[in-house]
């Protein structure tokens, strides 16, 4: 029984260390498997939420999509606009007991789920500065969706459920932390990704890192929220972004002066 425990613990930590090959990994789902899970999240996600009554916005909201999905070939993505905000998209695959200890982290993420859903709420639209960090915050859902976290993330909480039933103290706590770590990487991932679609796309990826600096909150000081975390140090995430930045070729990205009206119209009662 103890081997089957470290089994478990050994297949989530050597999975940690595969995550710059998007979509690579553990996955107990098949691709027609994934997206009948996505379109059955995605009409639960609707019965919660009400849709934006608003053809500019959402118009607007799909052509940003669809410049940003030919840098993620392989999914087909239906976008929609909703005026309330149920979280981001790994957050939803993580398991309950461990959103209880998560620290609250709001950046007004996209919801994404398996197979190309994504639901954009007002709130994020609202909150950004630019068409350029609403860009960043599509993109960096999109490549959630692309990476196949969803799966990836339900994968890995059958293993530590697995490993959790195991008799073995020693695990108690390394499962939790373990899925929590994997949980950071991936978004670090999809970070990785939207820099370099939103470049592709002709978004300024630099509006990525303004938007997290601004909006994450940073862990409190001696609380020890860094360790039960669903994302990334804010300062150290921002780093990461400009540094991938910089390893981009220099270019000219052009602002659309469209995301100011479409950003009064999606606040409109």
Not at 30 to 42: H, M, T, V, W, Y
Not at 108 to 131: K, M, N, Q
Not at 228 to 241: C, G, H
Request: with cysteine.
């Amino acid at each position: 029984m103890r081997s089957l425990c470290c089994v478990a613990m050994l297949a989530i930590g050597v999975a940690q260390g595969q995550e710059r090959q998007p979509g690579q990994g553990i996955n107990f789902y098949s691709r027609d498997k994934e997206i009948a899970l996505g379109r059955q999240l995605a009409l639960e996600y609707r019965r919660r939420t009400t849709p934006l009554d608003n053809a500019a916005v959402s118009d607007y909201v799909k052509r940003v999509g669809a410049n940003l999905a030919a840098q993620f070939p392989g999914w087909t993505y239906q976008i929609e606009t909703v005026r309330e905000d149920r979280g981001g998209s790994t957050a939803l695959a993580l398991d309950p007991e461990l959103l209880r200890v998560a620290a609250p982290e709001a950046t007004h993420e996209p919801a994404a789920f398996p197979g190309g859903f994504i639901f954009v709420s007002v709130d994020l639209i609202a909150a950004a500065r630019s068409e350029a960090e609403f860009a960043g915050m599509l993109a960096h859902a999109m490549a959630h969706v692309a990476e196949r976290d969803w799966t990836r993330m339900a994968s890995r909480s059958e293993l530590a459920q697995t490993a959790a039933s195991v008799p073995d103290r020693s695990a108690g706590l390394a499962v939790p932390v373990g899925m929590l770590t994997f949980s950071r990487a991936i978004e670090a991932e999809a970070d990785y990704l939207a820099v370099k679609a939103m470049a592709a796309a002709g978004y300024d990826p630099a509006g990525l890192a303004s938007y997290l600096g601004r909006v994450q909150p940073a862990p409190s000081q001696g609380s020890g929220s860094a360790v039960f975390a669903t994302l990334p140090p804010r300062d150290r995430r921002v780093a990461d972004i400009q540094a991938e930045i910089r390893t981009l070729p220099a270019g000219t990205y052009q602002a659309s002066d469209e995301f100011a009206r479409v950003q009064a119209e999606s606040i409109k009662k």
